[in-house]
Nanobody, 125 residues
Framework: VQLQASGGGLVQAGASLRLSCAAS????????MGWFRQAPGKEREFVAT????????YYADFVKGRFTISRDNAKSTVYLQMNSLKPEDTAVYYC???????????????????WGQGTLVTVSS
């Protein structure tokens, strides 16, 4: 599956953005999907995941209550709604897919086989 992320931009602190990740191919529903981010000079880190069958969602502690991951299988798209953005949320955001994700591995980027190109989110103070 090929992934195309979009929706990034420059916003002020406190604003909202919605990232989208469109997948090619008819099998999107078979993949659990996640969002990661990488700030300048830092390692890529887990943001959120939504499982393929249950639709259960999991978040990094630093985004709980502010970010929401969702998916629309009919549109082969996963979303990341980001509210109350902070300057420390500035990063390139990547969507990722996995056909075999389990709960114990959601935070490990190596367990996602498919990656989008990333979309830059910049939050000014």
């Amino acid at each position: 599956v090929q992934l195309q992320a979009s929706g990034g931009g420059l916003v002020q602190a406190g604003a909202s953005l919605r990232l989208s990740c469109a997948a090619s191919g008819p099998t999107f529903s078979r993949y659990s999907m996640g969002w990661f981010r990488q700030a300048p000079g830092k390692e890529r880190e887990f943001v959120a995941t939504i499982f393929r069958n249950s639709g259960n969602t999991y978040y990094a502690d630093f985004v709980k209550g502010r970010f929401t991951i969702s998916r629309d299988n009919a549109k082969s798209t996963v979303y990341l709604q980001m509210n109350s953005l902070k300057p420390e949320d500035t990063a390139v955001y990547y969507c990722a897919g996995s056909s075999s994700l389990i709960l114990s591995t959601i935070r490990n980027s190596r367990h996602y086989s498919y990656w989008g190109q990333g979309t830059l989110v910049t939050v000014s103070s």
